[in-house]
């Protein structure tokens, strides 16, 4: 096997600090890097050098074209390609890319998602290039991170909100930061790291399946005779050809200069993760929207397919994605580290009552940050997180909480030793707090992990509440601070006050128990079993203030938002449920009809012979028989439903319908169908089952 230099190989193909120190002017790479490092404004004077670096450094990567790479409000990025080429007379080209290329594109807006904010004749929409993420080279083109926004300036993707929602977070960090004194930070910055969770399956299995082909998902199937209960496929021994293809997904994000640093098997059969080290906010999204294209690509070139859908599916575990955040100078200083003794650390312990507060505040909203079809079959299934906001902090901080809240004083307590008791392995230290699998926001040692997101989607959204509810905090904090003699008396006070307000919130117990759900109702915490219920807060007046105040989002960017929500939703859902009808209409009846008369027959010719008994077979027959007429019936009443939601007005009562109504219709079809699977004669099965789909890949 090839010995691969990784240094060397990493960011090969990106337009990094290195590139561009040893190809632009000096006085235009540093221009460039204060943009990216400050958020400044760019100097437009500098765009074309820019340009022409990065056309001639793109070229000599193999590159011919380039494109303005964005996120629009569909999850998913979208790309347009033109060619470096310009005439110049006489049948003649030369390779040529301008810095008003660089700086501007212009893209068909009409057809994107808008939420009523364009009308279909108007098309106009622009894209900008964000300096603060690297550009890179990809399959023949240049990509160049860009915003996106309509001819009336309205956002009309994730990314310009999120660099709106960092450049909030760090105005109203550095506020708090010069009231401790701090004069030297300049900029702070969240970081995240998006562990990424993922199923895989043989290309042809899929390819059979066409739930799977339409929708990411098995809307139905029988469990396999083994699924996860012997607990042998978490972190066991990657198989031969998974391990190959991990290997090429590697190889490719580190070209991409991605830091893919864990790869394991997860809990399920055929399901894995991959999990890299943190990058700033606006690249981590860019980077984890890079790591699902290139896990699916890669997944094709070994027969297999990569699938993102958090429940593809039932009765195994689910894929979730777990957003690592934390916030940290431009000096390397992680601000949610608690340090040696958190007890005497009033910055520390500040900022963990802002962030205990934000989440308290606006646990609806970070609900809704989540919520999508896909995420619905995992949050509150005891396999996820529920679908209550509450924060985990470990019993070491929460002791700390309930001595400020009581008014005491902790004794600083020394990390303890952890000793097997065997000589030859080393003691170490255990970490001031334990993980909660359980908990949908969880504080772990210097960071907080947002565990609730599911694996498919874009976790700009839910970056962009965190930041803006915090920021928005960390502004009232610094209202109220500003101005007092002792600040230190001042701090201790608005503590102590934020952690009695806000105690609620922090649950650090088991999550998935009932007892739990009925002690969050009696907390006041909201509990938003689905999308729909989750998507109707969205426009809650007080989120409106939340993003219009601190400069995230518009009003009418909200409204739009919330149409696109209800939307989306019904989509899918419609697309599911089709899809599900002409499953069971064309393949699954018909095959179970043909089983019927083959058995039906074997009987007959079996009663011919005298002393053979056929009592069992009949049995089998008579009960087929019966779940064939319930599914006829389920899926003329799966229709019904369908005819509904058609006829229904509006993208949020449309939604409703699928929510209240055909999701419920479905969930009953399938059962019918599954049971069916368990006893129709495997040679007239019209599709692989869970057993062919999970174990051979």
Request: glycine fraction near 8%.
């Amino acid at each position: 096997m090839e010995q691969k230099n990784i240094p060397e190989l990493f960011g090969c193909q990106v337009f990094n600090e290195d590139v561009m120190r040893k190809r632009l002017p000096r006085e235009v790479y540093e221009s460039l890097i204060c943009t990216m490092d400050t958020g400044g404004e760019i100097d437009a004077s500098i765009a074309d050098a820019v340009a022409s670096a990065m056309k001639d450094w793109a070229i000599e990567q193999g590159a011919t074209h380039y494109t303005h790479w964005f996120q629009p409000l569909t999850g998913m990025t979208a790309e347009k390609h033109d060619s470096f080429i310009s005439s110049v007379g006489n049948c003649k080209v030369v390779m040529d890319f301008s810095g008003k290329c660089l700086i501007k594109g212009e893209s068909d807006a009409s057809s994107f998602p808008s939420g009523g904010l364009r009308s279909t004749f108007e098309a106009r929409g622009y894209t900008m290039w964000d300096p603060g993420s690297y550009a890179f080279v990809r399959d023949g083109s240049l990509y160049i991170p860009t915003a996106f926004c309509s001819y009336t300036g309205d956002a009309l993707d994730t990314k310009t909100p999120l660099l709106r929602s960092m450049d909030a977070l760090s105005a109203q960090t550095l506020r708090i930061l010069r009231l401790f004194g701090d004069t030297a930070t300049e900029r702070v910055a969240v970081t995240v790291g998006a562990e990424q969770e993922y199923f895989i399956i043989d290309r042809k299995m899929y390819e059979l399946r066409e739930d799977l082909m339409f929708t990411g998902r098995t809307l139905f199937g029988a469990p396999a005779p083994k699924g996860q209960e012997l607990e042998d496929h978490y972190f066991g021994p990657l198989k031969t050809r998974i391990r190959a293809y991990m290997a090429d997904v590697d190889e490719e994000l580190w070209k991409l200069g991605i830091n893919s640093k864990t790869k394991h098997n997860e809990a399920a059969p055929a399901q894995h993760e991959l999990a890299p080290i943190f990058a700033k906010g606006n690249m981590a999204v860019d980077q984890n929207l890079l790591t699902m294209e290139v896990m699916k690509l890669v997944a094709e070139r070994h027969d297999l397919i990569c699938l993102l859908h958090e429940k593809p599916y039932a009765g195994v575990n689910g894929s979730g994605k777990h957003n690592n955040w934390s916030i940290c100078t431009d000096r390397g200083k992680n601000l949610l580290d608690p340090g040696k003794t958190p007890e005497e650390n009033l910055q520390f312990l500040l900022f963990l009552a802002a962030v205990v507060r934000a989440v308290d505040e606006y646990q609806e909203l970070l609900r809704v940050s989540v919520a999508h079809a896909g995420n619905d079959h995992r949050l509150g299934s005891g396999e996820a997180p529920p679908a209550i906001v509450s924060m985990f902090i470990g019993d070491d901080l929460d002791e700390l909480v309930d001595a400020i809240v009581a008014g005491q004083t902790l004794a600083h307590r020394h990390r303890k030793v952890m000793n097997l008791g065997v000589p030859s392995v080393p003691t170490i230290r255990r970490d001031r707090t334990d993980r909660n699998r359980t908990s949908p926001f969880a504080f772990t040692g210097n960071k907080f992990e947002f565990r609730m997101l599911g694996s498919s989607q874009n976790i700009a959204m839910p970056n962009v509440v965190l930041n803006t509810a915090v920021a928005r905090v960390l502004s009232e904090f610094a209202d109220e601070l500003t101005g007092k003699g002792d600040l230190a008396e001042a701090v201790t006070a608005l503590i102590r006050k934020t952690f009695i307000n806000h105690r609620r919130i922090i649950f650090n117990g088991n999550g998935y128990s009932e007892e739990w759900e009925k002690e969050a109702e009696r907390r006041g915490l909201a509990n938003l079993k689905t999308s729909v219920d989750a998507y109707r807060h969205f426009t809650d007046e007080k989120n409106i203030a939340l993003f219009t105040e601190m400069g995230v989002m518009s009003r009418t960017e909200i409204l739009s938002r919330a149409e696109i929500l209800f939307e989306n939703y019904a989509k899918v859902i419609h697309i599911e449920a089709e899809t599900m009808l002409r499953m069971l209409r064309r393949d699954v009846l018909p095959a179970v009809g043909s089983a019927l008369g083959d058995m039906a027959g074997t009987i007959g010719a079996l009663q011919d012979h005298v002393g053979i008994k056929v009592n069992g077979q009949r049995r089998t027959v008579e009960r087929l028989a019966e779940l064939s007429d319930r599914a006829y019936a389920a899926v003329d009443e799966l229709q019904t439903k369908v005819d509904i939601f058609l006829a229904a007005e509006g993208a949020e009562e449309k939604a409703a319908v699928c929510a209240d109504t055909i999701v419920p219709a479905m969930a009953g079809l399938r059962a019918v169908v599954d049971e069916m699977e368990t006893i129709c004669p495997a040679d007239f099965w019209p599709y692989p089952t869970y057993a062919e789909l999970i174990f051979r890949v």
